[in-house]
């Protein structure tokens, strides 16, 4: 019985060592994103798509949008009750763009169900390259999730930082803290998931 306890303890201290080793390399691969400057330099794509989750995130798809950089702009995962003019009520958008180039989708609640409207809406309208524009703590699993389920498609990272996330002292903040644990775990599920499904 001592045996099986402390082949457990040291099999739960192992795991826990390498769930830390993983969770540091996570933050130091996020800590080298930086966030891409909207230019002349900077290539333009078919589609620009925001993942909801943060105001930055918005607010940077529709600069995209407006500088040229897309053709269209899809903002998926709306909750369903939201219209395109309460979405947008606090942002000067001009009427055009609002009329032709902007559409709002309320089937996702979660990254595979972005990647999926984004893919069923790529293909309506005939799109093969898109400016995936989400947060930077959230691009790595964002990425992963969109190349699995739009492998045809090019598409652009355009990670965007938002100040609330403090990674030069994350362990002292409670908020940011949290938030990268939990987003470390859901990539680790969704790194899992891809490994089963090459084995099937």
């Known amino acids: 019985m001592k045996i099986r306890s402390s082949f457990l303890m040291i099999l739960i201290l192992v795991l826990a060592a390498l769930w830390l080793n993983g969770f540091l390399s996570f933050i130091d691969m996020i800590g080298g994103i930086t966030e891409p400057v909207i230019n002349d330099a900077l290539s333009p794509t078919e589609a620009i798509v925001v993942l909801t989750g943060g105001s930055d995130r918005l607010t940077t798809g529709l600069e995209l949008l407006a500088a040229g950089k897309g053709r269209k702009l899809l903002i998926s995962g709306v909750h369903p009750g939201l219209t395109l ?12 763009l609002r009329d032709c180039c902007i559409v709002l989708g309320h089937a996702a609640d979660n ?8 893919l069923a809406w790529m293909q309506a309208e005939k799109f093969h390259s898109l400016r995936l524009v989400t947060a930077h703590y959230h691009m790595p699993r964002s990425l992963m999730i969109f190349h699995e389920l739009l492998p045809d498609m090019e598409i652009v990272p355009h990670p965007v930082i ?5 990674l030069d002292d994350w362990w002292q903040t409670p908020h940011t803290a949290s938030l990268l644990v939990m987003e470390y775990n859901k990539y680790l599920f969704a790194r899992l998931r891809l490994w089963l499904e090459t084995l099937q």
Not at 111 to 118: D, F, H, L, P, S
Request: aromatic fraction near 4%.
């Open 162 to 166: 938002p100040d609330s996330v403090k």
């Open 111 to 118: 990254t595979v169900g972005n990647a999926e409207e984004t």
């Open 85 to 96: 003019n309460r979405v947008l009520a606090k942002y000067p958008v001009k009427q055009e």
